[in-house]
């Protein structure tokens, strides 16, 4: 039986970001992850569930183009959008900017710190369990010149956000690809 298509590397890295945040900053549950879609204050307290700290993040995968003829190694980009309700936003958002860009930002050191970490892992999708498949090459943080607040203009629910990309390179580990 074929794994799952659900087994991406970005289920792996946001599991990461989870547990590390969570240790680092001292908050008492994770910070949800969420796929790309809320646009509104609406959206995201109808649909996201809260965290005690009052953060959450909300990423978009992007496939990049290949530049190298070999084909296994791909190279991707993720952008998370970590918003931070208004009583908690300006001291949890640079805490969480700041533990990201020290976490993910050290090329092929954090690429061998993920590795080893996932080694151990699982992750249960729709009931069924899931192993690291992928062995990552490098990390690099962006940040655009960009934030993004989301506001309700008829009550007084503001959340701050903040746009962080993640270029990341990996392989699948059954596909036996050389390191670069």
């Known amino acids: 039986m ?14 990461y970001l989870q547990e590390k945040l969570q240790e680092g900053l001292g908050f008492s549950e994770p910070i949800p992850f969420f ?12 649909y996201f569930p809260q965290n005690p700290e009052g953060v959450m993040c ?11 003829p070999f084909p296994h190694i791909k190279t991707e980009q993720v952008l998370y959008y970590f918003y931070a309700t208004e009583t908690n936003s300006p001291l949890n958002m640079i805490k969480v900017q700041e533990s990201v860009l020290r976490l993910m930002d050290r090329e092929d050191e954090t690429a061998e710190e993920i590795n080893e970490w996932a080694a151990n892992q699982e992750y249960v999708v729709e009931g069924q369990t899931l192993s690291n498949k992928f062995y990552f090459h490098r990390f690099k943080v962006y940040q ?6 989301i506001i309700d203009f008829g009550t007084a629910r503001t959340y701050a956000g903040n746009k962080i990309i993640i270029d990341y390179e990996y392989h699948d580990i059954f596909t036996n690809a050389p390191n670069s």
């Open 2 to 15: 074929s794994e799952p298509i659900t087994n991406t590397p970005i289920l792996w890295i946001n599991k």
């Open 35 to 46: 796929p790309t879609g809320p646009s509104t204050i609406d959206n995201l307290t109808e």
């Open 58 to 68: 909300v990423y978009d995968r992007m496939f990049r183009m290949r530049r190298k």
């Open 144 to 149: 655009l010149e960009e934030a993004r607040d």
